[in-house]
């Protein structure tokens, strides 16, 4: 594997995933009650044997610098090889944003050819997956391939969201189509590729910018050996707000296809020291996933809970992902929510609140969630927000970064509302 | 703090924590659902900004060196100072066992040849407590002294367990007797952290080292000398939270003061953290159907069952139906569906069978191997134990490391005893 670098292309701003992405890139997205995603992927690499590994990232890098530092928690922090973050730079002679996948990584071409590897693999930052990178390396070698494409079946429904795959009996791929409105091909791009060394320095000499339209797909039309490696595992793009919420709750099911607890493979992260969690004499907990930390004194039921969180004395957790260090005041309720860090919601607050009662017929007046379908009906609350006592938040909303008592109309923030994000020093008290 | 410099000593024996510490030192018995007893020493030190330490070791110290290993988790992996583990070793002319603790030091005094610290901090790694050690180096300096002992104030029935302290009103220590049977005034007892004057610590150890007659223990002899022989000795009274976890049944309360509303220690203090060495392990899984109340669960464990009033360490797995009540319960140990454990302390990777019953009825015969440590109604069980379905084990009961089915000839009455298969040493 000492041949072997890995590029993780980190670059998703997470438009879709609204303010849960205001102030970091997807792949530092908390996920699964204590990891980012970028977890999965790193540790894939160190199970993987992978030690040589750059990062690429351009939104919000801060946060991806402060979770990954050194690499020390993959074993990453290394004399030789080790993770190197890549952001945009500026020379004499040269200064530009990456203009996509494939201008990223040509723009530090000089870094990748320093570091003298034989094969380029390609990564995602920002999908969820338990994959161990061995046997597609083995089937490329096998292949003979130019390039070598991880594949994965997915549902018809949903093939409009990935790029679509056709491939031959032998494995070769005969097509790749961004988000089709409609395919009968079952297997999507993963956005995992291992590319030959010599062979991607000379597809980028061209000055692409991006991997799939402008050096996938050309190598495929021109027909080069582009070969498929189909995956079976855990994949899940959590790109946006209601496949963040369905990967999330999922793992609740005792049939989770994501297996964390396995000490084979663990999903290593950088963890902070924590105290075990502590369950109060009148806690009621069912169904959840909760980290150290977390102090419940009310009732948590199929939530995921973040390290640091507290419930205080009969608040109410129900079917939401509570991230670090957010604080439920007595008597307050959470219902199909998403709560960033560092919430604070007020005694006997309510956030989630659904519109209407369930059966009552609309009475011709817009859903009050129209325009709002990307939230898949929840209430999403961003990073240090203060829900004031006794609040409502009715579902689906978003209150941005730093939301405050202005944001409450009566105490109320009506279904569809949407409160723009403020900066820190604008809501300090 | 740079020139600062700690010995922890972590040697004890740990005898009255019956099987807890059978196989691994006192300092490194598990804690507080996720810690062992050094974290509290070791995260001082360096909470204090002390980060020049050696660690003292004798009684089996792997797995405190599997612990400490370079020390990490306390930031104690530095290119100068860091964490040393200090063993014992022979060939030198003054290398030997340790024979007390001031011999401990003693034979480890080549390690200050280089150190520049005026003051020399010794820690016992066996005790529960939060102490900024600024606050003693303070005092220490204000009042010129030679060596400065933290003192605690113990309930009257325990000052036979320590060394016991009276002092003048300004902290000058007159008396100071080692575990005293009777005639103690006062119920200051040492807490085992000295701050010694670099130079005076070298000399009163050479001093002792040449004594026959002395057991070269810092409590039994050095202390009550230099108290006697009119040194500057001063007391530093600590106010804080302070618990020598030395017995099963101290050891015990302790742990479940934590599950308190009020645990006696903030844990969860930002600015306070008590770090150990952690495993990733995912977060803690609630199943459908189960109970948790008045609790601390750590990472990794995963509860279909009920658990109340009780610790569990990492990886811990109670099954749907099994039930573990007023309990300590340490990593990847399984309770199986349908069992129930009262009262009991569950060592490392146990597995209880299902429907197995331990800590049962009202039968409070004492320990027949152990009867002064094993009374209060507590079950002892060791590592890696294995107890079959539908075993009944009484109060009292000492179940053996490593034991297995076969072992169990009959149920285990109230103080009963079963050995497993004798360590390797």
């Given at each position: 594997?000492?041949?072997?670098?890995?590029?993780?292309?980190?670059?998703?701003?997470?438009?879709?995933?609204?303010?849960?992405?205001?102030?970091?890139?997807?792949?530092?997205?908390?996920f699964?009650?204590?990891?980012?995603?970028?977890?999965?992927?790193?540790?894939?690499?160190?199970?993987?044997?992978?030690?040589?590994?750059?990062?690429?990232?351009?939104?919000?890098?801060?946060?991806?610098?402060?979770?990954?530092g050194?690499?020390?928690?993959?074993?990453?922090?290394?004399?030789?090889?080790?993770?190197?973050?890549?952001?945009?730079?500026?020379?004499?002679?040269?200064?530009?944003?990456?203009?996509?996948?494939?201008?990223?990584?040509a723009?530090?071409?000089?870094?990748?050819?320093?570091q003298?590897?034989?094969r380029?693999?390609?990564?995602?930052?920002?999908?969820?997956?338990?994959?161990?990178?061995?046997?597609?390396?083995?089937?490329?070698?096998?292949?003979?391939?130019?390039?070598?494409?991880?594949?994965?079946?997915?549902?018809?429904?949903?093939?409009?969201?990935?790029?679509?795959?056709?491939?031959?009996?032998?494995g070769?791929?005969?097509s790749?189509?961004?988000?089709?409105?409609?395919?009968?091909?079952?297997?999507?791009?993963?956005?995992?590729?291992?590319?030959?060394?010599?062979r991607?320095?000379?597809?980028?000499?061209?000055?692409?910018?991006?991997?799939?339209?402008?050096?996938?797909?050309?190598?495929?039309?021109?027909?080069?050996?582009?070969?498929?490696?189909?995956?079976?595992?855990?994949?899940e793009?959590?790109?946006?707000?209601?496949?963040?919420?369905?990967a999330?709750?999922?793992?609740?099911?005792?049939?989770?296809?994501?297996?964390?607890?396995?000490?084979?493979?663990?999903?290593?992260?950088?963890?902070?020291?924590?105290?075990p969690?502590?369950?109060?004499?009148?806690a009621q907990?069912?169904?959840?996933?909760?980290?150290?930390?977390?102090?419940?004194?009310?009732?948590?039921?199929?939530?995921i809970l973040?390290?640091?969180?507290?419930?205080?004395?009969?608040?109410?957790?129900n079917?939401?992902?509570?991230?670090?260090?957010?604080?439920?005041?007595?008597?307050?309720?959470?219902?199909?929510?998403?709560?960033?860090?560092?919430?604070?919601?007020?005694?006997?607050?309510?956030?989630?609140?659904?519109?209407?009662?369930?059966?009552e017929?609309?009475?011709?007046?817009?859903?009050?969630?129209?325009?709002?379908?990307?939230?898949?009906?929840?209430?999403?609350v961003?990073?240090?927000?203060?829900?004031?006592?006794?609040?409502?938040?009715?579902?689906?909303?978003?209150?941005?970064?730093?939301?405050?008592?202005?944001d409450?109309?009566?105490?109320?923030?009506?279904?569809?509302?949407?409160?723009?994000?403020?900066?820190?020093?604008?809501?300090?008290? | 703090?740079?020139?600062?410099?700690?010995?922890?000593?972590?040697?004890?024996?740990?005898?009255?924590?019956?099987?807890?510490?059978?196989?691994?030192?006192k300092?490194?018995?598990?804690?507080?659902?996720?810690?062992?007893?050094?974290?509290?020493?070791?995260?001082?030190?360096?909470?204090?900004?002390?980060f020049?330490?050696?660690?003292?070791?004798?009684?089996?110290?792997?797995?405190?060196?599997q612990?400490?290993?370079?020390?990490?988790?306390?930031?104690?992996?530095?290119?100068r100072?860091?964490?040393?583990?200090?063993?014992?070793?022979?060939g030198?002319?003054t290398?030997?066992?340790?024979?007390?603790?001031?011999?401990?030091?003693?034979?480890?005094?080549?390690?200050?040849?280089?150190r520049r610290?005026?003051?020399?901090?010794?820690?016992?790694?066996?005790?529960?407590?939060?102490?900024?050690?600024?606050?003693?180096?303070?005092?220490?300096?204000?009042?010129?002294?030679?060596?400065?002992?933290?003192?605690?104030?113990?309930?009257?029935?325990?000052?036979?367990?320590?060394?016991?302290?009276?002092?003048?009103?300004?902290?000058?220590?007159?008396?100071?007797?080692?575990?005293?049977?009777?005639?103690a005034?006062?119920?200051?007892?040492?807490?085992?952290?000295?701050?010694?004057?670099?130079?005076?610590?070298?000399?009163?150890?050479?001093?002792?080292?040449?004594?026959?007659?002395?057991?070269?223990?810092?409590?039994?002899?050095?202390l009550?000398?230099?108290?006697?022989?009119?040194?500057?000795?001063?007391?530093?009274?600590?106010?804080?939270?302070?618990?020598?976890?030395?017995?099963?049944?101290?050891?015990?309360r302790?742990?479940?003061?934590?599950?308190?509303?009020k645990?006696?220690?903030?844990?969860?203090?930002?600015?306070?953290?008590l770090?150990?060495?952690?495993?990733?392990?995912?977060?803690?899984?609630?199943?459908?159907?189960?109970?948790?109340?008045?609790?601390?669960?750590?990472?990794?464990?995963s509860?279909?069952?009920?658990?109340?009033?009780s610790?569990?360490?990492?990886?811990?797995?109670?099954?749907?139906?099994?039930?573990?009540?007023?309990?300590?319960?340490?990593?990847?140990t399984?309770?199986?569906?349908?069992?129930?454990?009262?009262?009991?302390?569950?060592?490392?990777?146990?597995?209880?069978?299902?429907?197995?019953?331990?800590?049962?009825?009202?039968?409070?015969?004492?320990?027949?191997?152990?009867?002064?440590?094993?009374?209060?109604g507590?079950?002892?069980?060791?590592?890696?134990?294995?107890?079959?379905?539908?075993?009944?084990?009484?109060?009292?009961?000492?179940?053996?490391?490593a034991?297995?089915?076969?072992?169990?000839?009959?149920?285990?009455?109230?103080?009963?005893?079963?050995?497993?298969?004798?360590?390797?040493h």
């Open positions: 594997m000492r041949d072997i670098l890995a590029l993780i292309l980190s670059g998703g701003s997470g438009e879709r995933l609204g303010v849960l992405c205001a102030e970091r890139a997807v792949s530092a997205l908390p699964g009650g204590k990891y980012r995603v970028i977890d999965f992927v790193l540790s894939n690499c160190c199970h993987s044997g992978v030690q040589q590994v750059g990062v690429l990232a351009q939104h919000a890098p801060a946060s991806l610098n402060d979770h990954i050194a690499g020390r928690a993959w074993d990453l922090d290394r004399r030789s090889g080790g993770v190197v973050i890549l952001q945009p730079y500026q020379t004499r002679s040269h200064a530009g944003w990456y203009r996509g996948t494939a201008d990223a990584i723009q530090n071409w000089d870094w990748i050819e320093q003298k590897p034989a380029v693999l390609v990564l995602s930052g920002d999908h969820v997956v338990r994959m161990d990178y061995r046997p597609l390396i083995a089937a490329h070698l096998e292949s003979d391939a130019a390039v070598t494409v991880a594949v994965t079946r997915v549902p018809a429904e949903e093939a409009h969201r990935f790029g679509m795959v056709r491939v031959a009996s032998d070769r791929i005969q790749l189509d961004e988000k089709p409105a409609h395919t009968d091909a079952a297997l999507a791009n993963m956005g995992i590729y291992l590319f030959e060394t010599g991607l320095a000379d597809l980028l000499q061209a000055r692409p910018v991006d991997l799939v339209m402008d050096v996938l797909r050309p190598q495929v039309a021109s027909g080069q050996r582009v070969m498929a490696y189909q995956f079976d595992g855990y994949w793009d959590v790109g946006t707000v209601a496949s963040y919420y369905r999330s709750l999922e793992l609740l099911d005792p049939s989770s296809r994501l297996e964390t607890h396995d000490a084979r493979w663990p999903i290593l992260t950088r963890d902070e020291e924590r105290p969690v502590w369950l109060g004499p009148e907990i069912e169904d959840s996933l909760v980290a150290n930390g977390c102090r419940i004194e009310g009732r948590v039921r199929r939530s973040f390290a640091g969180v507290h419930v205080g004395p009969g608040a109410e957790v079917e939401s992902v509570i991230m670090a260090d957010t604080h439920l005041a007595e008597g307050a309720r959470v219902d199909h929510a998403i709560l960033d860090k560092y919430v604070r919601i007020g005694v006997g607050a309510r956030v989630g609140e659904s519109a209407r009662a369930p059966g017929a609309g009475s011709g007046a817009p859903e009050p969630g129209a325009g709002h379908e990307w939230l898949a009906g929840l209430a999403l961003g990073k240090d927000t203060w829900v004031p006592d006794g609040g409502r938040v009715v579902r689906p909303s978003v209150i941005g970064v730093g939301g405050r008592y202005e409450f109309r009566d105490g109320v923030l009506e279904a569809g509302t949407v409160v723009p994000n403020r900066r820190w020093f604008e809501v300090l008290p | 703090m740079t020139g600062r410099y700690a010995f922890i000593l972590a040697g004890g024996v740990g005898s009255r924590l019956c099987l807890l510490s059978e196989r691994r030192a300092p490194a018995v598990p804690f507080g659902g996720k810690y062992r007893i050094i974290d509290f020493t070791l995260s001082n030190c360096v909470n204090s900004g002390i020049d330490v050696g660690v003292l070791t004798q009684y089996r110290p792997t797995s405190l060196n612990h400490i290993g370079i020390g990490r988790p306390w930031d104690l992996d530095r290119t100072g860091g964490v040393q583990l200090l063993q014992p070793a022979p030198l002319a290398s030997d066992w340790y024979q007390g603790t001031a011999d401990a030091i003693y034979q480890n005094l080549l390690h200050l040849k280089r610290a005026q003051e020399v901090l010794i820690l016992s790694g066996d005790h529960v407590y939060q102490m900024d050690y600024n606050v003693l180096y303070a005092f220490h300096r204000r009042n010129h002294a030679r060596l400065t002992v933290a003192v605690t104030e113990v309930p009257e029935n325990e000052v036979s367990q320590f060394g016991i302290l009276e002092t003048e009103a300004n902290g000058h220590v007159v008396a100071f007797k080692e575990k005293p049977k009777t005639g005034s006062g119920r200051l007892a040492s807490m085992g952290v000295y701050l010694f004057d670099r130079d005076a610590l070298i000399r009163w150890l050479v001093e002792d080292a040449a004594m026959s007659h002395s057991s070269h223990d810092f409590g039994k002899d050095l009550p000398r230099l108290v006697a022989r009119g040194e500057a000795v001063y007391a530093y009274r600590f106010p804080g939270y302070w618990q020598d976890v030395g017995t099963l049944d101290s050891y015990y302790a742990n479940l003061e934590f599950v308190q509303a645990p006696p220690l903030d844990l969860s203090d930002p600015e306070w953290v770090h150990t060495q952690t495993a990733d392990r995912p977060p803690v899984r609630v199943a459908a159907g189960a109970k948790v109340t008045r609790s601390l669960v750590a990472n990794g464990c509860v279909s069952g009920e658990v109340m009033n610790v569990l360490f990492p990886g811990v797995v109670v099954e749907k139906g099994a039930v573990v009540r007023n309990s300590i319960v340490m990593h990847d399984l309770v199986a569906a349908g069992a129930e454990l009262d009262r009991a302390i569950l060592d490392k990777e146990v597995r209880v069978g299902r429907g197995a019953k331990v800590g049962t009825g009202d039968d409070m015969t004492p320990n027949r191997a152990c009867p002064e440590h094993l009374s209060s507590l079950v002892v069980v060791g590592k890696q134990a294995r107890l079959p379905e539908g075993l009944v084990v009484g109060r009292n009961a000492r179940i053996g490391a034991v297995v089915a076969e072992d169990f000839t009959a149920q285990v009455p109230a103080g009963g005893v079963v050995d497993g298969p004798e360590s390797m």
